[in-house]
Every structure is written in structure tokens, then in C-alpha cells.
């Protein structure tokens, strides 16, 4: 729908490619994810330094967006994600996220878009499925966009594969993601730009955006993980512990920018 289209533009500029800042992390890994940089834990904070560098987009939980959703200025994407699982659960419980929280309340706290996880390939995959639809139905109903964390993971994933990285079980998982209705998709990095750019052809046109991952200890590295990425067709980039984990998120973020909107070689995107 026309609603769709227009909310899924807030994210991306018009070279098609985002920039988008991730924080469920107190959620999803624990708040011991903010150690490295402890001020980061209060979301009013970070928000406003992310906000202020000029990122395209947002991403977190509804608590967050309700406690700390006025530092996300109108010309900043909002995505809301719905689904999540804590670090607490025992190992082979966490191989399915839980729903908590519903489309409705994400659009009254303002979202453009709708987040959900699904890991596909997981025992529990039956269940993220049906949560994935149920999310996706009633957010389309509505004119809003769901982009869908499309994480392949499980034993039988390690079993066959050997890890849940290998392209084809990451192309999988965006194909899995594009045929169950995602607008979005968010992936990891595959090793190559030869391989991510078959990720990118597996999805047929939605936009498959990096999961940043854990922070590199060389700012310069993740630039160039990014660049990989926008050079194998990929449409940006959404990453939490690489920005607030750094001492100095807001010269980093415009890195960042340059190299996704501006093709700029990471090197010089780095000393400029
Ligand atoms: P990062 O850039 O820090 O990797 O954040 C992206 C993200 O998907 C978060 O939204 C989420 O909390 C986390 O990574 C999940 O990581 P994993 O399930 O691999 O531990």
C-alpha cells in the first residue's frame, strides 16, 4: 500500500541506502553490553548523540521508544521491534525470540516501521513463523512496514553448514524472510562481497541491510565490513555495539554515513 511505501522511505535516503542505529541490546544481551561505555546505558543519552550525528534511523524495544522516543527528532526513521529474548534463558531455550509487545502499541509510540526476529532453521521456527505472521498481518493491515531480523540459527544449521554465516544458509534465511512478507531485512555478513551479493539477489529487491555485530577493536575495520556491503548491493547497515560501544559514537556515525551514502573509501571516510 501507499502507506507502506511512504513510511519505508523515512529510513532510506534517495540513493536507497540506510543508516540505522540499534539499541535492544539491555534487553537482548544485557545490560553488560554497555560496560565499555557506560554513560551509553541511558537511552537519552546515546539517543540524542546518534540523532544529533545525523543517522537515518532508530531501532528499539517499546519501553525505550516510550521512555526516550522524543529524542528521535520527525526526520529520524523509527523502528519498533516487537520481539526479543534475554541472555538469561538457558542456552537451547534461546533459539526462540517472544513477542512482547503488540503492532498497536508500536504505533501509538510513533513507529515507521515494525521489527521482528525470526530464526530461521531453529527447533522453535514453527512458532517464530506464526508470530512473524500474526505481526506482519496486522502491521500491513494498517500501511506499516515489518522488517524482518532474518537470523538462521540451530543445530542442525551448525550440523550441515558448519556456521549460521555460510551464504547459503544466510540466503536462505533472506528468501525465507522476502517470501514470508518482509519489506526490510536485516542479515549477517557472509565473508564476501561475491557472496553477499547472491544474499542480496536471493531477496529480489527488498532491501537486505547488515547486522553489525560485535565491535572491532580497528574503527577502520567495521568501516570497510560496511563498505563490502554497500559494493555488494546491500542497502546499509543497522548497528548498536559498534556505535555505543566507542568512546566517540558521533564522528564514527558520520564515517559510517559516508561510506554507505557517499561510496567513500573507508580510509578517508576515517581521517576526514
Ligand atoms: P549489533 O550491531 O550490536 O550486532 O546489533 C544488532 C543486533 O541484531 C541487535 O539488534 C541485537 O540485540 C543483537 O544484534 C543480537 O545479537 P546476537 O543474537 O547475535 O547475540
Same mark, same amino acid.
Given at each position: 500500500?501507499?502507506?507502506? %511505501?511512504?513510511?519505508?522511505? %523515512? ?6 541506502? &540506510?543508516?540505522?542505529? /540499534? ?7 544485557? @545490560? ?11 537511552? %537519552? ?16 524495544? @517499546? ?12 526526520? !529520524?526513521?523509527?523502528?519498533?521491534? +516487537?520481539? $526479543?529474548?534475554?541472555?538469561? %534463558? ?5 533459539? +526462540? ?8 502499541? /508500536?504505533?501509538?509510540?510513533? =513507529? ?31 500501511? *506499516? ?34 517470501? $514470508?512478507? &518482509? ?12 557472496? *553477499?551479493?547472491?544474499?542480496?539477489? =536471493? ?7 547488515? $547486522? ?6 580497528? @574503527? !577502520? ?13 546491500? &542497502? ?7 556505535? *555505543? ?9 558520520? =564515517?559510517? +554515513? ?10 578517508? =571516510?576515517?581521517? &576526514?
Amino acid at each position: 500500500s501507499i502507506g507502506i %511505501r511512504r513510511r519505508l522511505k %523515512r529510513f532510506f535516503r534517495r540513493d536507497g541506502r &540506510a543508516l540505522i542505529f /540499534a539499541m535492544d541490546h539491555g534487553f537482548e544481551h544485557g @545490560p553488560t553490553d554497555f560496560e565499555e561505555h557506560w554513560e551509553h546505558v541511558n537511552p %537519552r543519552i546515546i539517543l540524542r548523540k546518534v540523532v544529533r550525528a545525523g543517522i537515518d534511523g532508530v531501532m528499539m524495544l @517499546p519501553g525505550l521508544a516510550r521512555m526516550a522516543g522524543d529524542e528521535v527528532k520527525p526526520n !529520524v526513521g523509527m523502528m519498533i521491534k +516487537l520481539t $526479543s529474548k534475554t541472555n538469561l %534463558r538457558p542456552k537451547g531455550d534461546q533459539l +526462540l525470540q517472544s513477542q512482547l509487545g503488540f503492532v498497536e502499541d /508500536a504505533v501509538k509510540l510513533g =513507529a515507521d516501521a515494525i521489527a521482528a526476529t525470526v530464526y530461521w532453521g531453529s527447533p522453535q521456527e514453527d512458532a517464530m513463523m506464526r508470530q512473524f505472521a500474526e505481526i506482519a498481518s496486522y502491521a500491513h493491515d494498517l500501511g *506499516f512496514p515489518v522488517v524482518q531480523f532474518a537470523y538462521p540459527r540451530g543445530p542442525y544449521i551448525n550440523e550441515k553448514y558448519g556456521r549460521k554465516e555460510d551464504y547459503r544458509v544466510v540466503m536462505y534465511g533472506a528468501r525465507a524472510a522476502v517470501e $514470508s512478507g &518482509a519489506d526490510m531485512i536485516k542479515t549477517y555478513w557472509t565473508g564476501s562481497r561475491e557472496t *553477499f551479493a547472491k544474499v542480496v539477489d =536471493a531477496a529480489a529487491g527488498i532491501p537486505v541491510l547488515l $547486522s553489525g555485530g560485535a565491535k572491532t577493536d580497528n @574503527p !577502520v575495520d567495521f568501516l570497510k565490513l560496511v563498505w563490502d556491503v554497500i559494493e555488494a548491493g546491500g &542497502a546499509g547497515a543497522v548497528v548498536g555495539r559498534n556505535i *555505543f560501544q566507542r568512546e566517540d559514537p558521533e564522528p564514527f556515525i558520520k =564515517a559510517l +554515513l559516508r561510506v554507505v551514502h557517499r561510496n567513500e573509501d573507508p580510509e578517508e =571516510a576515517a581521517k &576526514a
